[in-house]
């Protein structure tokens, strides 16, 4: 019995006397484990103060990553301010990076007992590897960004241009592409050169200095060559001129209101034209003069002669364009500043002239009035292979009547003309479509009828020519060579 118990009480002094003895061994051992790393940065063996030292020290050095920031390298980005060369400490620029649950660690294992110490280092799910932490203050960075470079004045973009020169050629300036320092690429820039370790042996691309060329950003004008071009004004696809040499002050001047309100006129693709606004816009902005009208199918004095001109030389440009005529209708009367059959009047709310522009692309109205003459040029876009041309077939010629009235201030004998007469016709117009200069296409475009207007002559009221069939004719009577009632059409 004796002995159990001296056995059982030597086995208890061996086994505590190995606790002791453990406890010394592994709690006197103040060096770190061994792989207790932080962020990369080996610390095992060592004393908690070295390490705590190395961890300041690389702590220290990676807060003092340097960027050198170095002017744009794209020439004439910028205007003749200089950017200097400017480098920056990541600290400076805002970055912080601690180690806080490492050196917490250190010294919690520099200040344990021999126990706890001996705990720590035997026991196996005990945390020797720390991460750093890294943060922003976003405040500091971009002030330190803005104080540097937010002032600096890049270049401002500038739309493209299109103008049409004297000799009808469309030119073109390019756009300027503007640019100014990216600041928002700049700061994401920034914050990727943050550390990635302690080490940088362990990692080569955790290197402490770096240089970034100050980034631009471009900013492309909305309106640019390409998009002009788009729009399709390429050329000046036609020109059609006719003359009002012999029209009076009061007609010349509606010609040339009339012409300078069409000038500059922008069509879209697939947009009806109606010439009734151009009278309206002519109208409100210069007003009209007294010119000869065509009002129950003779020429009277009224207000707006003139203006059918431009609908007409309007007319035969948009033929030679190839454009859709949607609206046209002759004059009752034949008018002299163009072939018969190739006229277009207007009479507001009766008669309009439109077509579409059915050439895919915009179409530019542009006119001009010089020397009594009067030009519409469209430009746009017309394969240069395609041409077009008119063709005319008088189908009748009626000739005038002469009718004669009584003017008692005539002695017998004597006669006075009033009016000459016009014979009257019937026209058929075509339009021809040429491709390499090959007949493609003949398309009837009208069968107009124009009146005749009677020879007007003014003879003694007992000439027998007022009576031809015994009637009594009324003294001083004047007949009208129309009686149909129609709308005023300007001439």
């Given at each position: ?31 770190l ?13 060592q ?28 020439e ?70 803005a ?16 103008i ?8 073109y ?49 909305e309106?640019?060559v ?23 002050e ?37 007003g ?56 277009a ?25 010089k020397?009594k ?14 041409s ?17 009235v ?37 398309k ?22 007022l ?5 009594t ?7 009208s ?11």
């Amino acid at each position: 019995m004796k002995k159990g118990l001296l056995l059982t009480f030597f086995l208890v002094l061996v086994v505590a006397g190995a606790g002791v003895g453990g406890t010394i061994y592994y709690g006197s051992d103040t060096t770190l484990p061994d792989r207790f790393i932080v962020s990369d940065l080996e610390l095992g063996g060592q004393s908690p103060d070295a390490a705590l030292r190395a961890i300041q020290t690389e702590l220290t050095e990676a807060e003092n990553t340097t960027i050198t920031f170095i002017p744009p390298d794209k020439e004439g980005s910028f205007s003749s301010t200089s950017i200097p060369e400017t480098t920056w400490t990541l600290k400076q620029l805002g970055m912080t990076i601690e180690a806080t649950d490492a050196v917490k660690a250190v010294q919690e294992y520099r200040d344990a007992s021999l126990w706890d110490r001996a705990v720590m280092r035997y026991r196996k799910n005990t945390k020797t590897d720390f991460e750093i932490n890294v943060s922003w203050d976003d405040e500091i960075l971009r002030k330190k960004v803005a104080s540097s470079w937010g002032n600096v004045a890049g270049t401002p973009s500038k739309e493209a241009t299109r103008i049409i020169n004297d000799q009808d050629e469309v030119v073109y300036t390019p756009e300027v592409i503007g640019t100014k320092l990216d600041i928002p690429s700049l700061l994401a820039t920034i914050k990727t050169f943050k550390p990635k370790s302690l080490s940088i042996q362990s990692d080569v691309g955790n290197v402490r200095n770096h240089t970034v060329t100050l980034p631009i950003l471009e900013s492309i004008p909305e309106v640019t060559v390409a998009s002009l071009k788009e729009e399709g004004i390429s050329r000046k696809l036609i020109e059609f001129t006719t003359a009002f040499t012999t029209s009076g002050e009061g007609r010349s001047h509606n010609v040339t209101v009339a012409a300078k309100a069409l000038n500059e006129t922008l069509l879209m693709p697939g947009e009806i034209f109606e010439y009734g606004k151009i009278v309206d816009k002519a109208d409100k902005e210069f007003g009209y003069k007294e010119a000869p009208v065509i009002l129950k199918g003779k020429l009277t004095p009224g207000i707006g002669g003139g203006i059918c001109q431009v609908s007409s030389t309007l007319y035969n440009a948009a033929l030679l364009t190839g454009l859709d005529i949607v609206e046209r209708r002759n004059h009752s009367l034949v008018v002299h500043y163009l072939p018969k059959g190739l006229d277009a009047t207007f009479a507001d709310g009766f008669v309009n002239f439109k077509f579409r522009n059915s050439t895919g692309k915009q179409l530019l109205i542009r006119t001009v009035v010089k020397d009594k003459t009067v030009t519409v040029k469209l430009f746009g876009t017309m394969p240069d292979n395609v041409s077009y041309r008119t063709e005319t077939e008088e189908v009748k010629v009626n000739q005038p009547k002469i009718v004669y009235v009584a003017n008692d201030k005539l002695t017998i004998g004597k006669q006075e003309v009033l009016q000459k007469g016009e014979p009257g016709y019937v026209i058929e117009s075509y339009r021809i479509k040429l491709v390499n200069g090959e007949v493609k296409e003949r398309k009837k475009l009208s069968k107009d009828t124009y009146r005749t207007q009677d020879s007007l002559i003014a003879v003694n009221p007992n000439d027998p020519r007022l009576n031809p069939e015994g009637s009594t004719p009324s003294p001083g009577a004047t007949p009208s060579p129309g009686s149909t009632e129609g709308p005023v059409e300007p001439v």
